[in-house]
């Protein structure tokens, strides 16, 4: 098996300038525009294994860069492999309106496996834009 490139690797500070970007995307085209875009797997908020998902501060996902059937489901009780309830704390840590990173573990869509990773969150209004990095 080969083994993965430093550049297949996607780092925090590129999660962080998605979120950045999805932000400032945000602003200018409002956000039935931003969620249609986060949507597309292809699209401008998809780089490698990372994705950009939206929460309302309800705990139900806006967008979902990786996994169109999560859109419109609340998702404030999920819980990761070792039961930290990871949406709820999320919601409760945007409640700051101050952008943060959280940690948790997740199906990486790329590897199909279960893997620690990171999110950066950045609270707008009442909806959360978040995009994580699987540490490896």
């Avoid at 919601?91 to 990486?108: G, S, T």
């Amino acid at each position: 098996m080969p083994a993965i490139a430093a550049t297949d690797v996607v780092t925090k500070p590129e999660a962080e300038a998605m979120v950045k970007k999805a932000q400032a995307y945000l602003k200018t085209n409002g956000r039935e525009k931003t969620f249609t875009e986060i949507n597309k797997k292809d699209g401008p908020f998809t780089d490698r294994d990372l994705y950009l998902v939206v929460y309302g501060t309800d705990g139900v996902v806006r967008a979902h860069g990786a996994n169109a059937k999560m859109i419109g489901k609340n998702l404030m009780e999920l819980k990761d492999v070792d039961g930290k309830p990871f949406v709820k704390e999320r919601v409760e840590m945007a409640k700051k309106k101050v952008p943060f990173w959280q940690d948790y573990k997740f199906n990486n869509p790329v590897t199909g496996k279960i893997e620690p990773k990171t999110m950066y969150c950045a609270p707008e209004e009442d909806i959360i834009l978040c995009g994580g990095v699987y540490l490896k």
